[in-house]
């Protein structure tokens, strides 16, 4: 079983599926890329010719009907997820796909529930990457209680990639696409629930739209942003700790990239930018904690899709059902910023 041949059909070949998912299943013994489906027959085309997939289809519904595709790999933005997916599932085929999981929690449940129904398939979504080298040793520390007991979780997110008015609108400012998914809302909130099995309660959310309408990436015409280019929230953990939480995409200069977690013995800093761990301990002397070195960053998504394919083993990073809850956090965070605008006029 460790090298049986499986044969992967690809529908959506963006940036992440050519940089990271194509060279990582080419790479694994017994590994067939069988298929792709992009945008355009043209792109389509090139992504097969810089990567010997044997042929390319005019449409995701080829790709995931063929019988010759054991599994289907899902690099469209979030619209297309649930509905593939699930047709994928029904189709009997293993399923890895793109993160955001889905456009709303309705979709994400849609999703679990049809892979509920299919166990022997197996259905994974690709991890939130920026933690993974600080996983294995941010819950060590958790779990031996050096940080004590957790006062606030602190996740700041920032970059200037929406600065300026004059660039054309991205899909991830675009509701129909994108779904509830709110900038690295999502994405960090799942690295937050790698490290200890508790959900935040959303208790106040507010955000912005600076640039009301953008120009279409095909230069015709102005189409409306109707995803924020900022947002920040408060809130709570049962345990008592606070959640505070900013990602913006109009801060220029440098940007910020890190999570603080500061507890009753020591406080920890995550700078992902620098890729430093800083442990603090309550009236002592900071020092950088090191991090183990793991090949590629500890990037195995292809790799652990395949093996839990072959072996049975179960899906860690990520599952559907931790999806769905980082799905719930960002529709919670969308409605309280909703109801705080519809409040304030």
């Known amino acids: 079983m460790a090298s049986s041949r499986l044969r992967i059909g690809f529908v959506g070949a963006g940036e992440n599926t050519r940089k990271r998912h194509l060279p990582g299943f080419q790479a694994i013994p017994g590994v067939e890329l069988t298929v792709v489906a992009n945008?355009?027959?043209?792109?389509?085309?090139?992504?097969?010719?810089?990567?010997?997939?044997?042929?390319?289809?005019?449409?995701?519904?080829?790709v995931v009907s063929a019988p010759d595709v054991d599994a289907v790999c899902i690099g469209t933005w979030p619209y297309l997820h649930a509905e593939i997916t699930i047709a994928a599932l029904r189709a009997g085929k293993h399923v890895l796909t793109e993160a955001r999981m889905a456009r709303t929690v309705v979709e994400a449940e849609a999703m679990l529930a049809e892979s509920r129904r299919s166990p022997q398939w197996v259905a994974q979504i690709v991890p939130a990457p920026m933690s993974l080298a600080f996983d294995a040793l941010v819950q060590s520390l958790i779990r031996n209680g050096e940080l004590g007991e957790l006062r606030e979780v602190c996740v700041?997110?920032?970059?200037?990639?929406?600065?300026?008015?004059?660039?054309?609108?991205?899909?991830r400012q675009d509701a129909g696409l994108s779904g509830v998914n709110q900038l690295t809302l999502g994405i960090y909130y799942e690295m937050l629930l790698r490290w200890w099995d508790e959900d935040a309660r959303v208790v106040a959310a507010d955000a912005?739209?600076?640039?009301?309408?953008?120009?279409?990436?095909?230069?015709?015409?102005?189409r409306k942003v109707t995803v924020p280019d900022s947002v920040s929230v408060l809130g709570r953990y049962a345990s008592g700790a606070r959640l505070i939480f900013h990602c913006s995409g109009v801060e220029g200069g440098v940007p910020r990239n890190e999570i603080r977690l500061n507890g009753s013995k020591a406080s920890l800093r995550m700078d992902f930018s620098a890729q430093v761990l800083t442990l603090a301990p309550v009236g002592g002397s900071a020092r950088h904690l090191e991090v183990p070195a793991i090949a590629d960053g500890?990037?195995?998504?292809?790799?652990?899709?395949?093996?839990?394919?072959?072996?049975?083993?179960?899906?860690?990073?990520?599952?559907?059902?931790?999806?769905?809850?980082?799905?719930?956090?960002?529709?919670?965070?969308?409605?309280?910023?909703?109801?705080?605008?519809?409040?304030?006029?």
């Open 298 to 345: 500890g990037w195995r998504v292809e790799a652990d899709f395949v093996d839990s394919v072959r072996t049975g083993a179960p899906v860690r990073l990520t599952d559907f059902a931790t999806g769905v809850r980082y799905m719930r956090f960002s529709e919670d965070v969308w409605s309280a910023w909703h109801a705080s605008a519809e409040a304030s006029r």
């Open 208 to 222: 912005g739209i600076f640039t009301a309408e953008r120009i279409d990436s095909s230069g015709k015409g102005m």
């Open 156 to 171: 700041t997110h920032t970059g200037g990639q929406f600065c300026s008015a004059s660039a054309p609108i991205s899909w």
């Open 39 to 62: 945008r355009t027959s043209t792109s389509s085309e090139k992504v097969a010719r810089d990567f010997g997939i044997a042929r390319i289809a005019s449409d995701w519904r080829e």
